[in-house]
């Protein structure tokens, strides 16, 4: 481009953009494009790339984010689902070391990603937690820097016994180091949506997944208002032995899930399956 010529996140240029194109954000994509170039800088210095290292991003856009992790050295493979903004990305990607996947991240074999990879990503609000959970559940990531709604980023971040509190962050914790590092506004983004982002990092533990830990933890939370003991029964925990883990654990028969932590579930797993259940 040339230097009159203003950046892609620029609010001229991506109105410019979707008016050539013949586009506008899609609600059903969640859709809502960054337009503050500080911000965007704050994002690609958080995530430390390294030349030649490999990135994968979800939802690119309109390019925006991808151009800047290319033209920070990055080796990045950018999926959209949206194929209408597959000929933008051509435009505004041309020369870069870009791979654009169409196809939808939630069927994305994340377990076949080159181990030590970063993920860094703009998440469309409407996948953010499914996805996140499929891609920790791969560990196939180093680092996770990944924008979300400031209500996600509260579930990453919760402690137990809050209403954020639940799987989410559970999830998120045994996979890696929760940190939040800052609020983004409406006005960051264009269109505006009706609520603050959060950039978050994850920095990851290298841990392989637990089905069985998780399994107990989804039973936990089943019914929030329910006691933890009800809701393992539920869940087909035999009544008698779920209380003599609750017992061993030292923990009132009438505790709810929500007031556990991490290790305390990790406990429990061990005392009601045994140390390889």
């Known amino acids: 481009m040339e230097p009159s010529t203003p950046p892609l996140y620029a609010p001229r240029t991506v109105r410019a953009l979707l008016e050539r194109y013949g586009l506008r954000a899609d609600k059903r994509f969640g859709q809502n494009f960054l337009v503050d ?13 390294r030349p030649g290292e490999r990135v994968y991003e979800v939802g690119p856009g309109l390019g925006t984010l991808t ?4 033209e920070a050295g990055a080796k990045v493979t950018a999926i959209e689902k949206d194929q209408r903004l597959l000929p ?7 020369g870069l070391n870009v791979t654009v996947v169409p ?17 860094v990503a703009n998440l469309p609000y409407n996948i953010s937690t499914p996805l996140l959970t499929a891609v920790l559940r791969a560990n196939r990531f180093r680092r996770l820097v990944v924008l979300v709604q ?18 989410l962050t559970l999830r998120a914790q045994y996979h890696a180091r929760v940190e939040r590092v800052r609020d983004f506004p409406p006005q960051a983004f264009y269109p505006q949506p009706n609520v603050t982002s959060t950039l ?27 006691t933890l003991r009800k809701n393992l029964e ?16 030292g923990l009132d028969p009438r505790v709810r899930g929500e007031a556990l932590d991490l290790e305390a579930f990790q406990r429990l797993k061990a005392a009601l399956l045994g140390p390889t259940g």
């Open 88 to 94: 933008v990305l051509e435009e505004t990607l041309a």
């Open 150 to 167: 400031k209500e996600v980023a509260d579930r990453l971040a919760a402690r137990p016994a809050t209403e954020a509190y639940g799987l």
């Open 234 to 249: 539920a869940a087909g925990y035999a009544r008698e032995r779920v209380l003599a883990a609750l017992s061993a654990l």
């Open 103 to 119: 196809g939808d991240a939630l069927a994305y074999p994340w377990d076949e990603v080159p181990p030590d990879s970063l993920f």
């Open 37 to 49: 170039g500080n911000l965007l800088g704050v994002i690609v210095r958080t995530a430390q790339v």
């Open 200 to 226: 978050v990092r994850l920095e990851s533990k290298g841990v392989p997944d637990d089905p069985a830990l998780f399994r107990l933890v989804e039973a936990a939370f089943a019914q929030r208002r329910k």
């Open 67 to 70: 151009r800047a992790l290319a």
